[in-house]
């Protein structure tokens, strides 16, 4: 597989993943318990939740796409492009959760693209 879509394949997952957890969390309107306990055990029960549990499946197939790129890639080559998650993140955040735009936001973005492009080119 060609390293740069293993790389996409990671970020996309790790991305999915993320998204379906803060939809679900927002959508249940989650509130800790106070007790430690019984954080433990509402967190276990949590994680029987269809769509809570997919971001799980998510993060572990964003792992195998990781792995994947570490047989064909250097690892300093590589993680800078992980850097990007933010950006995704902010687009599809936007976009399905209806997240606040900044234009502050929008110029740290730039500067992780252009972070990104300097650390893999030179």
């Avoid at 997952?13 to 989650?30: E, N, S």
């Amino acid at each position: 597989m060609n390293p740069y879509l293993s790389i996409l394949g990671t970020l996309l997952f790790t991305v999915c993943g993320q998204i379906a957890l803060k939809y679900r969390v927002d959508l249940l309107k989650i509130k800790l318990p106070e007790l430690f306990l019984d954080k433990i055990i509402y967190v276990i029960k949590l994680l029987f939740d269809p769509i809570i549990l997919s971001a799980f499946v998510a993060a572990f197939i964003a792992s195998l796409f990781w792995i994947a790129t570490m047989t064909k890639m250097e690892i300093t080559k590589a993680y800078p492009f992980m850097s990007l998650a933010p950006v995704l993140v902010f687009l599809v955040g936007i976009i399905l959760l209806n997240e606040s735009f900044s234009w502050g936001k929008v110029i740290g973005l730039i500067f992780i693209i252009i972070g990104t492009i300097v650390t893999v080119k030179f």
